[in-house]
């Protein structure tokens, strides 16, 4: 009988990418998401169960017999009921939840520098997750990318969008601080080859190529072939303009916390690359298709 890997948020974004690997080698796998009624993507193979956080029972009985569990879930800002200090309950949960049902691994995506002391929540959370995981009994990898890049990625993809539509395009301060992206291919194998192991680890996600965000700009820009004028502006102006935009698309294109995150630098490691792709290649390869197509998050989690 083939082993059974548990991936949450397969039908999503990152989770998607790591299920298609796992199928791939013939390992069963289950999901849990917050929308199992939604059309399954993987026709029928993957068996979809809810999250269930606030049925801890019902959650580990969902994990019973899973070898590794590869955990996606957290939420990118406060909407609604879902706000950061109840995804970090909640991470905590199925933690728990994976102790009590015998899952030999976790695998779980964090971010790059985070810090439990951090003023910025999305960071703080993450920190302290990776505190509890390491207090934990199970064998765990902790996987921390920066920002993660595809067709359908919410920050590369939607500048791309808006350099398409927009002649030109407002950059927060100065645009001298880095960002050091991964491709979503590279993302996924290095969940996948986590979840192999067996050894305590602790890695960054990051690419090969570091820009500043003003070249990350003009390069996405100049393989579209589009002249944009890059506009520097106090962060409040930039973040004003991407309200208006998220008007019209009916998104929220950036947060405050965000902006703040990427000028303090927190989008760069300090460690070696893992990841191998080369945006600059990848956006020449897929420069008719990159930014065709907003990618929307309140569309991913909200609706539908
Ligand atoms: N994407 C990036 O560039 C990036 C950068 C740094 C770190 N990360 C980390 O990588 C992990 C995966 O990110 P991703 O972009 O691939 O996420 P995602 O696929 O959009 O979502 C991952 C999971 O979280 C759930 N989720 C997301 N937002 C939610 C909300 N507001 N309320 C309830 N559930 C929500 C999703 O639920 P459903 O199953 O119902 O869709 C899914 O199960 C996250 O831990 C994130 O912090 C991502």
Redesign the pocket.
């Known amino acids: 009988m083939s082993e059974t890997h548990v991936v949450?948020?397969a039908?999503?974004?990152?989770?998607r990418y790591i299920t298609e690997r796992l199928l791939a080698k013939g390992i069963a796998v289950k999901t849990l998401?917050?929308?199992p009624d939604r059309p399954n993507p993987f026709a029928g193979r993957v068996v979809a169960l809810p999250f269930d956080f606030d049925k801890p029972e019902a959650l580990a009985k969902s994990l019973e017999g899973a070898s590794v569990v590869y955990n996606?879930?957290?939420?990118?800002f406060t909407?609604g009921a879902?706000s950061f200090d109840q995804a970090v309950e909640n991470t905590k949960t199925l933690v728990r939840a994976a102790e009590a049902a015998g899952v030999s691994r976790l695998v779980h995506?964090s971010?790059a520098n985070a810090d439990p002391n951090s003023p910025l929540p999305y960071y703080s959370g993450?920190g302290k997750l990776e505190q509890f995981i390491r207090e934990s009994k199970l064998s765990h990898a902790i996987v921390c990318?920066?920002?993660?890049y595809s067709l359908h990625?919410v920050?590369i993809n939607n500048i791309a969008w808006i350099a398409r539509r927009f002649p030109a395009f407002g950059v927060p301060g100065k645009g001298d601080y880095g960002i050091q992206p991964i491709f979503i291919d590279d993302m996924a194998d290095l969940m996948v080859d986590a979840g192999s192991r067996t050894e305590n680890m602790h890695v960054d996600a990051v690419g090969p190529e570091i820009f500043t965000f003003d070249e990350l700009v003009r390069i996405i820009a100049r393989s579209i072939k589009r002249n944009v004028a890059i506009l520097h502006m106090p962060p409040g102006l930039a973040l004003l303009a991407s309200q208006v935009i998220g008007l019209f698309v009916s998104d929220v294109v950036l947060t405050k916390e965000e902006v703040d995150g990427l000028m303090a630098g927190l989008l760069v490691s300090k460690r070696p690359p893992t990841g191998k792709t080369k945006l600059t290649e990848w956006l020449a390869q897929n420069a008719d298709k990159v930014g065709s197509t907003y990618a929307s998050e309140l569309g991913?989690?909200f609706r539908g």
Do not use: A
Not at 72 to 76: F, G, K, L, N, Q
Not at 145 to 148: D, E, F, G
């Open positions: 949450t948020g039908f999503s974004y990152t989770g998401t917050g929308h996606t879930y957290w939420v990118r909407h879902t995506v971010i993450k990318p920066t920002v993660i990625d920050l991913r989690h």
